[in-house]
């Protein structure tokens, strides 16, 4: 599977990894001490909905777009909006010109002592981040393989933050680097928040995973998945997922309220719906 992310930007996808990335940003806010937020596969930050890759799919219609034209239930609103109030809308209300990628989002969220540690690989991806970010002293942008970031630049000197993995999947293998990744990730700095992305295209290879990144043993395993349709083909994106390690108090509270109401909105075929346990702990 390859998630160049130019032709994806503010898909369902994008929409359930940006909510969460909020709401864990918003609660490592209560404390007054200095966080760090990593993206250890940052992308170029912020995507242009008019591109020629973004009309070619018009993935975001059926993600953020749908959420734009969306009645919010008042306990919904409240907590989506972190996560809206970054975007760039048009005077109508419905239209965006521009979807604030993963890194964007983060720095929007950042209080003045907090940072922002981007990784990324490709040369021009780098090229851009760098540009985006030009001059914010709270942002370091490093040209990194994601996964050499993760384990070696690991734990923050604040010892408090996120760690999110969101990796392209390029490879075939990238499953099991994400099992891996944590588990190294993990032995380094245990108290740390970590997020891993990954694809749902069939039941049987995500219930592996999980399976996988529970026998790490790992206390406090959160998983939520979102799936649009059934997720029983092995062709095309048939939802997403996220492995949340060390998650905030609240954070499997306010899902439980989040997604059914998501996966409604989202659906798009037979068996859509979603799944909220813990692989670990709680």
């Known amino acids: 599977m390859n998630y160049r992310h130019a032709y994806h930007a503010g898909n369902f996808a994008d929409v359930l990894k940006h909510i969460?990335?909020?709401r864990i940003i918003i609660h490592l806010q209560r404390k007054d001490k200095a966080f760090r937020v990593?993206?250890?596969?940052?992308?170029?930050?912020?995507y242009d909905l008019t591109s020629?890759?973004?009309e070619k799919t018009g993935e975001w219609r059926d993600g953020i777009g749908r959420i734009l034209n969306a009645e919010i239930p008042e306990d919904i609103s409240?907590?989506?909006?972190?996560?809206?109030g970054l975007m760039e809308i048009s005077a109508n209300k419905k239209l965006l010109s521009f979807y604030p990628g993963s890194p964007l989002i983060a720095r929007k969220l950042l209080r003045k002592q907090d940072r922002l540690s981007l990784t990324e690989l490709h040369p021009s991806d780098v090229e851009q981040l760098r540009k985006l970010f030009a001059g914010d002293y709270q942002v370091r942008v490093n040209e990194l393989d994601g996964w050499l970031a993760l384990g070696g630049h690991l734990p923050p000197k604040e010892k408090r933050g996120l760690v999110l993995v969101d990796p392209p999947f390029e490879e075939t293998d990238e499953?099991?680097?994400?099992?891996?990744?944590?588990?190294?990730a993990h032995?380094?700095?245990?108290?740390?928040?970590?997020?891993?992305?990954?694809?749902?295209?069939h039941h049987r290879t995500t219930e592996d995973f999980a399976t996988n990144i529970k026998q790490l043993d790992i206390a406090k395993t959160l998983r939520v998945e979102l799936h649009i349709r059934r997720p029983a083909s092995d062709s095309g994106l048939n939802g997403c997922g996220l492995i949340i390690v060390n998650p905030p108090y609240t954070l499997y509270e306010e899902l439980s309220r989040l997604m059914p109401w998501l996966a409604k909105l989202m659906h798009q075929g037979i068996g859509s719906g979603y799944k909220l346990d813990w692989l670990n702990g709680e």
């Open 187 to 201: 032995k380094k700095w245990a108290t740390g928040t970590y997020c891993l992305w990954y694809p749902v295209k």
């Open 175 to 184: 499953f099991e680097k994400l099992q891996q990744g944590l588990a190294e």
């Open 52 to 54: 020629e890759e973004a």
């Open 20 to 22: 969460v990335l909020s």
């Open 38 to 46: 990593m993206d250890t596969h940052a992308g170029i930050g912020r």
């Open 78 to 84: 409240k907590l989506l909006a972190p996560y809206l």
